[in-house]
C-alpha cells in the first residue's frame, strides 16, 4: 500500500509541476485609469483581423482609427473598475484583464461570463498620432 501511495504523490507532483499556472488578474479602477489616460492604445478586435488605434485624454475624450475611419467619443471608469466607452448613443463597459503581462477587454454577460471583446497590442505614452 505504501507503494502505490508513492506513486500516486509522484505522479501528483508531476501534474503540478508540468501544468502551466496562468496569474489572470481583474484590474480595479485606480489601475484602469493608469493604464488608459493619457495613452494611446493599440487593440485587436476578438473577431477581426484589423486593429484599432485610440488616444485615451485625461479629459475623459477618446479619437479611435479604424479603417482610415476616425471615430470620436467619450471615457470614463465606472466605480467597479470597468473601461467605459461612449462613442454613440450610450456607454459600454469592459472588464480589463491582465494575464502574464497581456491585456484583454471583456464585455460582462447576463450570467456574469466574460466575452472578450480585444486584445490591447501596445500602449504609447502621449498621443504621437495628433487624434
Given at each position: 500500500?505504501?507503494?502505490?501511495?508513492?506513486?500516486?504523490?509522484?505522479?501528483?507532483?508531476?501534474?503540478?509541476?508540468?501544468?502551466?499556472?496562468f496569474?489572470e488578474?481583474?484590474?480595479?479602477?485606480?489601475?484602469?485609469?493608469?493604464?488608459?489616460?493619457?495613452?494611446?492604445?493599440?487593440?485587436?478586435?476578438?473577431?477581426?483581423?484589423?486593429?484599432?488605434?485610440?488616444?485615451?485624454?485625461?479629459?475623459?475624450?477618446?479619437?479611435?482609427?479604424?479603417?482610415?475611419?476616425?471615430?470620436?467619443?467619450?471615457?470614463?471608469?465606472?466605480?467597479?473598475?470597468?473601461?467605459?466607452?461612449k462613442?454613440?448613443?450610450?456607454?459600454?463597459?469592459?472588464?480589463?484583464?491582465?494575464?502574464?503581462?497581456?491585456?484583454?477587454?471583456?464585455?460582462?454577460?447576463?450570467?456574469?461570463?466574460?466575452?472578450?471583446?480585444?486584445?490591447?497590442?501596445?500602449?504609447?505614452?502621449?498621443?504621437?498620432?495628433?487624434?
Amino acid at each position: 500500500m505504501k507503494s502505490g501511495t508513492s506513486v500516486a504523490i509522484a505522479m501528483l507532483a508531476t501534474t503540478l509541476i508540468s501544468t502551466p499556472v496562468f496569474a489572470e488578474k481583474v484590474l480595479n479602477a485606480e489601475e484602469v485609469t493608469a493604464l488608459i489616460s493619457g495613452m494611446t492604445v493599440t487593440e485587436r478586435p476578438a473577431k477581426k483581423d484589423t486593429e484599432q488605434t485610440a488616444y485615451y485624454d485625461a479629459n475623459g475624450t477618446v479619437k479611435s482609427i479604424r479603417k482610415d475611419k476616425s471615430v470620436a467619443g467619450k471615457w470614463k471608469v465606472n466605480k467597479t473598475g470597468q473601461l467605459c466607452i461612449k462613442k454613440k448613443k450610450k456607454f459600454r463597459c469592459h472588464l480589463i484583464v491582465e494575464e502574464n503581462g497581456s491585456y484583454g477587454k471583456y464585455r460582462v454577460k447576463k450570467d456574469d461570463q466574460r466575452k472578450l471583446k480585444a486584445n490591447y497590442l501596445s500602449f504609447t505614452a502621449g498621443n504621437p498620432n495628433s487624434y
